[in-house]
């Protein structure tokens, strides 16, 4: 009868584990589709500093990056003005609001507060002083990787994939 109890006490607990496991593997693979540049590599060319993304499932471009050291995740909008961090987000990374003004989102126009990113990189990408704009209406979550971000670097599409490029310049050359 001990034998019986065990049994089954073991059976239950492999199952349990089994679970476990099976949640852990597949919540990872749902989260490199949903996000398949959770860790860019970077590549240095005689040009710059490289970095290529994958398309997600839905085709935007996703990666994770750091503001002022913390890690973060952006959403690559080539249709936004500036970078736009939700207001809960801007919190956790210690930017504070600066003058507010109105911008016209999907949603229609919203109060904005402008910051400035002291450093935004992506791979080996970074990128100093970026103007960025704090959204009080935006879901926590991830930041739109915009224009004022974007107008700095080169990017190419080809296939499936996107290049990022930060070119070296003059005066950082040898």
Not at 79 to 99: C, K, N, Q, W, Y
Not at 121 to 131: N, P, S
Not at 133 to 153: H, K, Q, T, Y
């Amino acid at each position: 009868m001990d034998m019986r109890k065990t049994g089954t006490g073991m059976i239950f607990v492999s199952c349990v584990l089994g679970m476990f496991v099976l949640t852990w593997f597949f919540g990872g693979i749902e989260q490199d589709q949903r996000n398949p540049n959770r860790d860019p590599a970077s590549a240095l060319t005689s040009e710059g500093v490289e970095v290529y993304l994958d398309r997600n499932r839905q085709g935007h471009y996703m990666v994770a990056g750091g503001i002022n050291g913390q890690h973060v995740e952006f959403l690559l909008d080539t249709g936004a003005t500036d970078v736009v961090i939700p207001e809960p987000t801007a919190r956790r990374l210690g930017l504070s609001r600066g003058r507010a003004g109105r911008a016209m989102t999907a949603n229609g126009p919203v109060v904005v507060y402008e910051t400035f990113i002291d450093v935004l990189e992506i791979g080996d990408i970074r990128l100093e002083k970026v103007r960025a704009s704090i959204n009080p209406a935006m879901d926590a979550g991830g930041i739109l990787l915009g224009m004022s971000a974007l107008g700095r670097i080169e990017f190419t599409h080809h296939g499936e994939g996107l290049t990022l490029r930060q070119r070296i310049s003059e005066d950082s050359k040898p």
